[in-house]
């Protein structure tokens, strides 16, 4: 059969609106409160570790299993939001993390914490992953983009929020509030969760077109648009985004098939190195001043300057997503990055560190705009599209787990030229491999950028079949 690709062209066709706004809302409200409860985790553990509730072993449990519920939850959503659909994934995930987040609240023990600590990860894993693609098929193609940096730049300003709430309650009223507020708070987006609609192109994807139209149809009389019929204004976008189909609807072993391999690869890729960069730079870099001799006082007050770069980086990445687009973005702030971790080692007054920090920080975070929120979903058609971003996620994550070991041995052995050797090295195999193979996605609809690798298959078995 043929897949219904119009339903991708009218989508893409529509005026921006009230919709649009409203489907970002609701999934930046569930993706705010996923972070937030990353972030209240330091807060958290030292009210515990002070109040004798907790050891520094336990604490360390506890981000561990983190970790693992999130490199689950990642992997789990990929799997059950391309059989299942988008709206019952990020409800499901949702619920998850709600309701453990409730129960850690009125967690008896450090154990039971714990426990539902990873719990909570499963959700907060999937979140990322859903969120991010369910957003993606909904907007047009000339806007996908500067959404994605728009929410990703509301979910880093949990930061912010985290932190203040947490130095107003925590003192006065327990750490249990956090986890009762972060619980409440996405319950809460889950009901109103309730009236976003399913993705009309996973619909279509799984042939239930007569839904996926039904859907369509209902978002275009919000947007004040209505579809052109006639054979005539769609036959031109039906050969542009012409695509085959099949009775299967994607195997995760079609991620390493020829037609998606090496967009597999470059997902893996971008993934990795943003949270090795992450990780070894934002997480470490207080530890890093005061070894180099600063006191604590002034370097947190050194790092609070430098991460004042971070939504300065989200800025930058709305104004450029669409005029540069995500790969060559991608390509350019990696080295851009990689120049200003170069010259870090080198800086010597206070003035100088902040500075190239503050860029370093800006740099990692158009560089997450571009690739966790918009480039990874985009590189995979719709049957794969959660399944590719999960597993690349998934391997994210589980690097993220070593980079802490890492980044210590080579402090230890090398001092900070040492790190920014592993992170500019990072930076550097990141440009090569998506300057490479990167596809680019600026302006362009989902079916034709899946339609691309379909393409370049099909043109190689015609090669071969006239060359026998």
């Given at each position: 059969?043929?897949?219904?690709?119009?339903?991708?062209?009218?989508?893409?066709?529509?005026?921006?609106?009230?919709?649009?706004?409203?489907?970002?809302?609701?999934?930046?409200?569930?993706?705010?409160?996923?972070?937030?409860?990353?972030?209240?985790?330091?807060?958290?553990?030292?009210?515990?570790?002070?109040?004798?509730?907790?050891?520094?072993?336990?604490?360390?449990?506890?981000?561990?299993?983190?970790?693992?519920?999130m490199m689950t939850g990642a992997w789990l959503s990929g799997v059950l939001g391309d059989r299942f659909g988008r709206r019952f994934c990020y409800q499901f995930n949702l619920g998850i993390y709600g309701f453990a987040s409730i129960a850690a609240a009125l967690a008896p023990s450090i154990y039971w914490l714990i426990f539902?600590?990873?719990?909570?990860?499963?959700?907060?894993?999937?979140?990322?992953?859903?969120?991010?693609?369910?957003?993606?098929?909904?907007?047009?193609?000339?806007?996908?983009?500067?959404?994605?940096?728009?929410?990703?730049?509301i979910i880093n300003t949990s930061l912010f929020l985290s932190t203040f709430l947490g130095w107003l309650i925590v003192p006065q009223y327990g750490w249990r509030w956090m986890f009762?507020?972060?619980?409440?708070?996405?319950?809460?987006?889950?009901?109103?969760?309730?009236?976003?609609?399913?993705?009309?192109?996973?619909?279509?994807?799984?042939?239930?077109?007569?839904?996926?139209?039904?859907?369509?149809?209902?978002?275009?009389?919000?947007?004040?648009?209505?579809?052109?019929r006639t054979a005539s204004a769609t036959a031109s976008l039906?050969?542009?985004?012409?695509?085959?189909?099949?009775?299967?609807?994607?195997?995760?072993?079609?991620?390493?098939?020829?037609?998606?391999?090496?967009?597999?690869?470059?997902?893996?890729?971008?993934?990795?190195?943003?949270f090795t960069v992450n990780y070894a730079f934002v997480s470490w870099i207080p530890t890093f001043l005061v070894k180099q001799g600063h006191s604590v006082s002034n370097s947190l007050g050194i790092t609070a300057l430098m991460f004042a770069g971070g939504p300065v980086g989200s800025l930058i990445a709305f104004v450029l997503a669409e005029r540069v687009g995500r790969k060559w973005g991608i390509v350019l702030f990696s080295l851009v990055c990689a120049g200003f971790g170069f010259a870090y080692p080198f800086a010597q007054s206070a003035v100088a560190i902040t500075a190239l920090g503050f860029a370093?920080?800006?740099?990692?975070?158009?560089?997450?705009?571009?690739?966790?929120?918009?480039?990874?979903?985009?590189?995979?058609?719709?049957e794969l599209r959660l399944r590719g971003s999960g597993l690349a996620n998934t391997?994210?994550?589980?690097?993220?787990?070593?980079?802490?070991?890492?980044?210590?041995?080579?402090?230890?052995?090398?001092?900070?030229?040492?790190?920014?050797?592993?992170?500019?090295?990072?930076?550097?195999?990141?440009?090569?491999?998506?300057?490479?193979?990167?596809?680019?996605?600026?302006?362009?609809?989902?079916?034709?950028?899946?339609a691309d690798a379909t393409g370049a298959q099909a043109l190689e078995g015609s090669a071969r079949a006239a060359a026998e």
């Open positions: 059969m043929q897949r219904d690709v119009s339903i991708g062209a009218r989508l893409d066709r529509l005026p921006l609106s009230g919709f649009h706004w409203r489907l970002l809302g609701l999934i930046a409200a569930g993706m705010y409160f996923d972070s937030f409860d990353i972030y209240i985790a330091g807060t958290v553990l030292a009210a515990m570790v002070h109040s004798g509730e907790s050891t520094l072993g336990q604490n360390a449990t506890f981000v561990s299993v983190t970790f693992i519920g539902f600590r990873l719990v909570m990860g499963i959700g907060m894993g999937a979140e990322i992953v859903v969120g991010y693609g369910t957003l993606s098929e909904f907007i047009p193609a000339n806007w996908r983009g500067r959404f994605g940096t728009i929410l990703n730049l009762a507020i972060a619980g409440c708070g996405a319950l809460f987006v889950w009901f109103l969760r309730k009236s976003m609609p399913e993705s009309p192109r996973w619909l279509a994807s799984r042939g239930r077109a007569d839904e996926a139209r039904q859907i369509v149809e209902r978002i275009e009389a919000a947007c004040g648009s209505h579809a052109d039906t050969r542009e985004f012409h695509e085959s189909d099949s009775n299967d609807t994607g195997r995760l072993g079609d991620l390493f098939s020829r037609r998606l391999l090496t967009r597999t690869i470059t997902a893996i890729t971008v993934l990795v190195a943003l370093i920080t800006a740099g990692i975070y158009v560089l997450s705009s571009f690739s966790v929120a918009t480039y990874v979903p985009e590189l995979f058609p719709t391997v994210g994550r589980a690097v993220s787990i070593v980079v802490p070991y890492a980044v210590a041995s080579a402090f230890m052995r090398f001092g900070i030229s040492g790190v920014l050797t592993l992170i500019v090295g990072a930076l550097l195999i990141q440009a090569l491999i998506v300057g490479v193979f990167g596809a680019e996605t600026k302006h362009r609809s989902l079916e034709s950028i899946a």
